[in-house]
């Protein structure tokens, strides 16, 4: 039994893990597919940055609510990650074990608290979407997050479950340092399960935390939940300076072999990785005066809709052909309106809000510039203006011949 068992959680390990492998695989070459950018500079004030934004939650915290569940969440999995290898060892190796490390006590007792607070983070996570319902969700995918909620909570049921069967079945060297497997326990031997009853639903605990860990693991590199791979080296890449991100990088008009962006592979593996790691929490939105003043633009909508535009028509397309993909959806002008490139007023509200550090600004600059310079498109309010400056010489479309007399009070 034990050998079957063993073999069954290699296959089922193995499987998950080439699936999470070549999907990885995939995500990682499409960020090679632009032009390169250096982000290396600095690498001190970077783990600074690393060890504030995601070990503190700085950004978090500014909405207190989703901080306080995400932190549990988090820090919670950090945690868990010590269940995990010895949920895997255990399986794998028979006799694997923590306790030498203090795996039955301290080990014991902080992933019993964890897998509680992630349980309080889900739950309030689950109120936030389905009772409280802020605005700042709308549009925003709403069965990703449930999945993933789900998802995460099985995996603590799991984990819990089992640590309750393994006391009721006696002799748990780390019975009394885990206060919360206990309660369940005594939930458990309320219906009978104690002694050997206990070893099946001990085994049915397991499978359900291991098959939920894979589901999980299968799962993320297809969903908005890829940022808890790749929120920290979004953050470790971030733009560093004052007012990071939001100056307009200059543009080499001599050899440039296009003038800002119209498809997503001109952009460089940095806005990609940017692209990667919204979580669509709508924080970027509810900062932006063009969106809080009914103007047609959502930061958020500009990377979500970006990054499906990536997929469409990079991540989909036939191998052999991403390069220089077919291009069923046009970045300007379907996936992205042009009123909304135009509403922009570069304020850069919304990276100063992004708590993974996306840096909105320069996509919508790049793809602003790309219509300005290779379309000779204008904003309706600037096309009079500016064809008034070339007939008239003056932006008020006044006669240049009568200068003296409308701007004699100025
Ligand atoms: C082990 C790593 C992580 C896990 C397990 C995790 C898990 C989650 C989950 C389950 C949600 C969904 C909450 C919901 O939709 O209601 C979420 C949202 C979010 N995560 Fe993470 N995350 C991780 C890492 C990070 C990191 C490093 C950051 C960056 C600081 C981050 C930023 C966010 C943001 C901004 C949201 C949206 C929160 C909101 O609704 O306001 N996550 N995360
Ligand atoms: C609902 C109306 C408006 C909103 C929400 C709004 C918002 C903004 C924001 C957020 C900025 C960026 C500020 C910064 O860079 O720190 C900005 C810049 C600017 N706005 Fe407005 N604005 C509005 C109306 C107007 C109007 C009516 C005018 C002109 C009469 C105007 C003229 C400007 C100018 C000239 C700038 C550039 C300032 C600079 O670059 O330093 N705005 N606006
Ligand atoms: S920079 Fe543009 S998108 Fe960002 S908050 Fe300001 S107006 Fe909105
Ligand atoms: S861009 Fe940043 S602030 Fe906006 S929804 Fe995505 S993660 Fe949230």
Request: glycine share 8%.
């Amino acid at each position: 039994m034990t050998l079957v068992k063993s073999v069954a959680v290699l296959a089922v390990l193995l499987a998950a893990v080439a699936y999470f492998a070549v999907r990885a695989r995939r995500l990682y070459r499409m960020l090679r597919l632009g032009p390169n950018e250096n982000r290396f500079d600095h690498i001190p004030e970077r783990i600074r940055g690393v060890l504030s934004y995601v070990g503190l939650h700085t950004r978090m915290f500014r909405n207190l609510y989703s901080g306080i569940l995400h932190f549990f969440i988090f820090w919670g999995f950090v945690v868990l990650l010590t269940a995990i290898i010895q949920a895997f060892g255990e399986g794998i190796i028979p006799g694997f074990s923590l306790a030498p490390i203090g795996g039955n006590t301290w080990i014991a007792s902080l992933q019993d608290l964890f897998g509680v607070l992630v349980l309080a983070g889900v739950l309030m996570a689950l109120i936030n979407r389905l009772i409280i319902r802020p605005r700042q969700f709308h549009e925003s995918n709403e069965v990703d997050a449930l999945i993933i909620l789900g998802l995460i909570a099985t995996i603590m049921v799991g984990m819990l479950g089992q640590n309750a069967a393994r006391i009721v079945q006696g002799g748990d060297p780390s019975a009394s340092w885990r206060p919360a497997s206990s309660a369940i326990a005594r939930l458990f031997e309320g219906v009978g399960w104690r002694g050997t009853a206990a070893v099946p639903v001990h085994e049915a605990f397991y499978w359900v935390h291991i098959l939920a860990v894979l589901a999980f693991l299968v799962y993320i590199p297809s969903s908005k939940h890829l940022h808890i791979i790749v929120a920290i080296p979004n953050i470790f890449f971030r733009k560093l300076g004052p007012k990071a991100g939001a100056a307009l990088a200059p543009i080499d008009l001599e050899h440039a072999e296009h003038y800002g962006v119209s498809q997503v592979t001109q952009w460089s593996w940095k806005n990609l990785l940017d692209l990667y790691s919204c979580t669509e929490c709508g924080r970027c939105q509810e900062q932006c005066p063009a969106f809080l003043t009914g103007k047609p633009l959502n930061p958020k909508m500009i990377i979500v809709d970006a990054r499906e535009n990536l997929y469409k028509t990079v991540r989909d397309a036939p191998a052999g052909q991403r390069r220089d993909p077919p291009q069923p959806q046009k970045l300007i002008g379907e996936a992205i309106k042009e009123d909304e490139i135009w509403a922009c007023v570069a304020c850069g509200a919304c990276q100063q809000e992004c708590p993974v550090l996306i840096e909105h600004v320069p996509k919508i600059m790049d793809m602003r510039r790309s219509l300005v310079l290779e379309e000779s498109k204008f904003p309706k309010e600037a096309q009079n203006a500016l064809r008034s400056i070339e007939t008239q010489g003056n932006p008020y479309g006044l006669p240049r011949a009568q200068r003296s007399d409308w701007a004699g009070g100025l």
